[in-house]
């Protein structure tokens, strides 16, 4: 195994020798075990793999708007009301931790509140207070100190941080992201266990077959290659037999609601719909390793 | 070289030196250790003393490829014949190309030739346990012939068949002797020894009491 991979060798692999796949009987319970374990673990990873790309597109989210959610409020007199925003935003511009802070036209206000009291409301005939959109730097700032400056200096001013419940929401997002991947980590560590244990039921039941292909001349990788190569493909089979279903599954989601919900922003966008077609190829991979080492075990064992 | 499966020594103290094209029998009684003697030749089992030297190679010295490419030199007719009953009969005789990564597909031409040497033309489709003892005997020489090797051994080859079968047998190692082979027949068949003696010139070799001893022209 010292030598490159090459394509064509990868192309053998699949298309194999007829010839000596016959060599080794078909191996009944293991085939359909294989095939079975695939399947399931790579349905499994499939939940788990979009879990974890969700959570981690809402933690994204969530951070950037908290990064930029901070508003100054400010509620004054009519005829005030412009001296008020220019010495808030004097405060502002003096403030550690304040990138940038830009009052808000009438415009950008009344698209805000349409929502709540539809386009024909007439907003001039209501006192509504004037809002400062706060663009927060790295460090963030310190909420309690700007709101004991903005007591003394502009009255009527008021920080509001409502954002900020959502800090907590931001972490949690990140390590349920996180702990997808973990159970993806378990999911093949689980997928590998349970070929090991096929690929070594295989080679035991085998003993005889693996005894006369030696007695012929045959070298163990030949031998070896000949279980590596089953399971490896089968394993492939079942997985993405496995991929499919978790991903149709997954299509089928209700969707719709608000867009930053965990429960109906379950799955995956645009190119990370690439990410399930990993699965089967991991599972290869894993297939391969697990199968090539329990082979070598045996084969060294067998003497 | 010496040999012991661990409960004190099989075979003890033995020096044999085998020449290419030559022709041997063992013989010895049941138990004596000739198809041990003949697993220390083609490497299943090593000496527990001495030094063995399989076509000037030290055995010790192989590792197990090195093995697999040794077995591909030495044919070997196994007392048990050593077949997979789920191949068919030419698929088994065709095994050593098989593991060899060799295409079956063009030696078919051979093996069929092959077949109808040892009398197995119509029996390709055959599974193993499907023939009878003389036929397993024969394909099991063919399979040990199938990549045309230096030497032959074959182990009580004529252990379960009757006369007339194994004289058809004996003929084919001759055969293949004469083609320059090196040919080795583990045997308590003292008829078959003396059959032999009037076709090709065969030494006899003979294991008693541990030792190995050249035995008399008397046979
Ligand atoms: N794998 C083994 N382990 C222990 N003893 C063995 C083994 N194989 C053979 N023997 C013993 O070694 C002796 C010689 O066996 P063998 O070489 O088969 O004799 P032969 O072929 O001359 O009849 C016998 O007593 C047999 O019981
Ligand atoms: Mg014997």
Not at chain 1, 257 to 285: C, K, R
Request: hydrophobic fraction near 50%; charged fraction near 20%; include cysteine.
């Amino acid at each position: 195994m010292r030598d490159v991979i090459h394509l064509n060798k990868i192309t053998d692999f699949i298309i194999g020798d007829a010839q000596a796949e016959r060599a080794v009987p078909p191996t009944g319970f293991t085939a359909r075990l294989t095939l079975f374990a695939a399947a399931v673990m790579a349905f499994l990873a499939v939940f788990a793999l979009a879990l974890s790309v969700s959570a981690a597109r809402l933690s994204e989210r969530w951070a950037s708007e908290l990064a930029q959610s901070a508003t100054v409020r400010i509620s004054a007199p009519q005829g005030q009301m412009q001296a008020s925003s220019e010495a808030a935003l004097v405060v502002l511009q003096t403030t550690p931790g304040v990138a940038s802070a830009r009052v808000l036209s009438d415009a950008e206000q009344r698209k805000l509140l349409e929502p709540w009291f539809g386009p024909e409301m007439p907003l001039e005939a209501l006192p509504i207070p004037q809002l400062i959109e706060i663009i927060e730097d790295e460090e963030g700032l310190d909420a309690e100190a700007l709101r004991l400056r903005l007591l003394g200096e502009v009255p009527g001013a008021v920080l509001d941080d409502h954002a900020r419940w959502r800090a907590p929401l931001v972490a949690a997002a990140a390590r349920l992201s996180f702990l997808g991947w973990f159970s993806i980590g378990l999911i093949f560590a689980v997928m590998g266990a349970m070929i090991t244990l096929a690929a070594n039921a295989a080679l035991a039941a085998n003993a005889k077959v693996i005894t006369v292909m030696r007695l012929v001349g045959a070298k163990d990788g030949y031998i070896a290659s000949a279980f590596v190569r089953r399971f490896t493909l089968r394993s492939v089979t079942g997985a993405a037999l496995g991929m499919a279903l978790g991903v149709a599954a997954l299509l089928v989601l209700p969707t719709g609601g608000p867009q930053d919900s965990l429960l109906s922003g379950l799955g995956f966008q645009g190119a990370s719909w690439l990410w399930p077609l990993a699965i089967p190829l991991v599972a290869g991979l894993v297939a391969f390793g697990a199968t090539q080492a329990a082979a070598r075990r045996t084969l060294k064992e067998l003497r | 070289m010496a040999y012991s499966y661990g409960d004190g020594e099989l075979l003890g103290d033995m020096t044999l030196s085998l020449p290419a094209g030559s022709f041997y029998f063992l013989t010895g009684p049941s138990g004596a250790g000739k198809t041990t003697l003949l697993k220390l030749c083609y490497g299943e089992l090593l000496p527990t003393a001495g030094q063995l030297r399989l076509f000037d190679k030290d055995v010790r010295a192989l590792d197990r490829d090195g093995i697999a490419e040794l077995r591909r030199r030495i044919g070997v007719v196994h007392q048990d014949c050593q077949f997979l009953d789920h191949l068919s009969i030419a698929d088994n005789i065709a095994l050593p190309l098989t593991v060899a990564g060799q295409s079956v597909a063009g030696a078919q031409d051979n093996l069929a030739e092959l077949m109808s040497w040892v009398g197995l033309r119509g029996r390709a489709s055959a599974l193993p346990p499907e023939l009878s003892g003389g036929e397993r005997q024969r394909a099991a020489l063919a399979r040990a012939v199938i990549m045309s090797p230096d030497v032959i051994l074959a182990d009580e080859p004529t252990g379960n068949i009757d006369w007339e079968m194994s004289q058809r047998l004996l003929q084919l190692l001759v055969e293949l002797n004469r083609m320059g082979k090196t040919v080795v027949i583990a045997t308590h068949d003292l008829g078959l020894i003396r059959a032999a003696k009037s076709q090709v010139q065969a030494r006899v070799l003979r294991i008693a009491g541990r030792r190995i001893q050249q035995a008399g022209a008397d046979l």
